[in-house]
């Protein structure tokens, strides 16, 4: 069974910057399209990037050219670098590899001055 620890969230003041990591287990990664998504209270679970096995990234609109998808297969480990980050940023933030069927735990960002 793959398992994927997220790790990197915390408390950062608007215009900040974060760097998520999710770690993955198993001897597959490589192969995995992997895709970092976020809930915040009261919202539904919304896509935010996805990187491929070949290394093709996608964003929704609210974060391009603030978040940047990026592996790293010999570490077996995705990152979602964050930048200018804003209130509305706020929320549980979940990476998953969809092949596997597989989620982590979730870490919260917190946007706040």
């Known amino acids: 069974q793959v398992q994927l620890v997220e790790s990197g969230g915390g408390l950062v003041q608007p215009g900040g910057s974060l760097r998520l990591s999710c770690a993955v287990s198993?001897?597959?990664?490589?192969?995995?399209?992997m895709v970092w998504y976020r809930q915040a209270p009261g919202n539904q679970r919304e896509l935010v990037a996805v990187?491929?096995?070949?290394?093709?990234?996608s964003y929704v609109d609210s974060v391009k050219g603030r978040f940047t998808i990026s592996r790293d297969n010999a570490k077996n480990t995705v990152y979602l670098q964050m930048n200018s980050l804003k209130p509305e940023d706020t929320a549980v933030y979940y990476c998953?590899?969809?092949?596997?069927?597989?989620w982590g735990q979730g870490t919260q960002v917190t946007v706040s001055s």
């Open positions: 998953n590899a969809p092949r596997a069927s597989a």
């Open positions: 198993g001897s597959k990664f490589s192969t995995y399209t």
């Open positions: 990187i491929s096995s070949g290394g093709s990234t």
